[in-house]
């Protein structure tokens, strides 16, 4: 009888054993799991700001154009309008508007580096490659993380377990074939 009890008490401690050690790695794949799903996360939240950045980047840089291409459009209709001036009243007329104009293209010019769109314009570019870095860093912690996931479900008896379990293999934050070409940016009045 005391054998029996035993061989009864040593099976059910190595069930309890291997129970609890199941546990801890469910438990364990659970976590990084959840690493891995935080990390991803953290990527998109800093696409989503690079999105948002990026249209007024571009808003920005079009409204900056506009003014320049503004002042110098006035310039050229009022040379324009004071050629082909046949009166004096024409003449004065165009005359003024020619002067108004260069005194505008002459506080662009002086002010360039201190106008609101520049200065917008440099934040948006500082805050946008700002980003940049930090989707960088949040690739490489989710890469990472992925690699700690995958490391643990590749090796004995995680492999195991993870099979048991059902916990797959996490797929690699890859850059796009297309990465290594050089991007076309257009600030054109395209879209």
Do not use: C, W
């Not at 850059?175 to 879209?191: I, R, W």
Request: cysteine-free; overall charge neutral; aromatic content about 8%.
């Amino acid at each position: 009888m005391k054998k029996g009890m035993l061989s009864i008490i040593v099976v059910v401690a190595i069930i309890v054993v291997f129970g609890l050690m199941l546990m801890s790695s469910y438990n364990n794949f659970v976590n990084l799991e959840e690493n891995v799903g935080q990390s991803y996360a953290q990527i998109e939240n800093q696409l989503q700001r690079r999105l948002d950045l990026i249209p007024n980047l571009v808003s920005t840089v079009k409204g900056y154009a506009a003014h320049e291409k503004e002042v110098i459009a006035s310039i050229s209709d009022a040379r324009s309008r004071l050629a082909g001036a046949k009166t004096p009243q024409e003449e004065a007329t165009a005359n003024a508007d020619l002067s108004s104009a260069l005194s505008r293209l002459l506080v662009v010019v002086e002010n360039y580096p201190n106008l609101k769109a520049d200065k917008q314009f440099t934040q948006l570019m500082d805050e946008l490659a700002g980003t940049e870095n930090r989707i960088a860093v949040a690739r490489k912690d989710y890469n990472d993380q992925v690699a700690e996931y995958n490391k643990k479900i590749k090796r004995f008896p995680g492999s195991l377990i993870a099979g048991m379990t059902g916990f797959k293999e996490k797929e690699y934050f890859k850059a796009d074939p297309k990465a290594q070409e050089v991007p076309k940016v257009d600030f054109g009045g395209n879209g």
